[in-house]
């Protein structure tokens, strides 16, 4: 049977394209999760303000951004949006960074939104009464506690990111799985290059996971009270 005849010895020979793709998805996903979580505190903390003019632009981003898939958001920005800004391409990295910058910014923002508001308005009120301004109060205040309720579902994201960063492969990012295209092309062989490209996502998915416990463990929650872990939204 065909399906048995895995020659696992040939995915050697392409190595250095695997190689080259785990460092192109890593770094997508680093500059993805990184941008996107600044972008999202933004977001976020717009989504809490009370001013209309913050408050509706920071919405329909996230409906945007969450309410269309980031394939079609790939394509926009990497065939319309950047060469009608620039002129020009400026390249799949670019393209793809920014997409999954501004898509993980979307899911973050709802995550900082919710990890806020879990926290007793209380707080804010004994802060403000020590005289701390509001924005003096959420910094030193409010987000650090936010934060440690944040850590789990920001780790279940970068999770999620890292294997969305895989759709980028339509405007033919070197990634991880391009490389199992083009030697699935090369050999008109399927099932080494692409066991080749899970096993390997498995893997990256493995150390991620052991990094977020970690640091799970350095942010230990375990205080929250089990109602208020559902108010934060997990993603696919």
Not at 34 to 51: A, D, N, R, T
Not at 119 to 144: C, D, F, H, W, Y
Not at 219 to 227: A, D, I, K, L, R
Request: glycine share 8%; aromatic share 14%; with cysteine.
């Amino acid at each position: 049977m065909d399906f048995l005849d895995i020659r696992w010895g040939m995915i050697w020979d392409y190595r250095e394209l695997f190689f080259r793709g785990i460092g192109v998805t890593l770094a997508l996903t680093v500059v993805g999760y990184l941008g996107g979580f600044v972008l999202g505190l933004f977001v976020g903390m717009g989504k809490l303000s009370k001013k209309k003019w913050i408050y509706y632009p920071s919405k329909y981003y996230v409906d945007f951004f969450r309410g269309t898939p980031l394939l079609v958001q790939i394509l926009l920005i990497h065939l319309a949006l950047i060469p009608g800004v620039f002129g020009h391409s400026l390249g799949y990295f670019v393209s793809g960074a920014l997409a999954l910058v501004l898509n993980s910014a979307a899911y973050n923002a709802e995550i900082i939104r919710a990890g806020i508001q879990s926290i007793e308005k209380g707080q804010m009120e004994a802060a403000r009464s020590l005289g701390m301004t509001k924005n003096v109060a959420m910094k030193n205040i409010i987000l650090p506690q936010a934060f440690r309720r944040m850590v789990p579902p920001l780790g279940n994201e970068l999770i999620a990111l890292l294997k969305d960063s895989s759709l980028v492969t339509i405007i033919a990012a070197n990634d991880l799985l391009y490389a199992g295209k083009v030697v699935a092309g090369a050999s008109f062989r399927f099932w080494e290059p692409y066991l080749t490209v899970a096993i390997l996502y498995l893997c990256l998915t493995f150390v991620f996971g052991k990094i977020i416990s970690y640091v799970e463990k350095r942010f230990s929650n375990s205080y929250v009270p089990t109602q208020r872990k559902k108010m934060f939204s997990t993603r696919r």
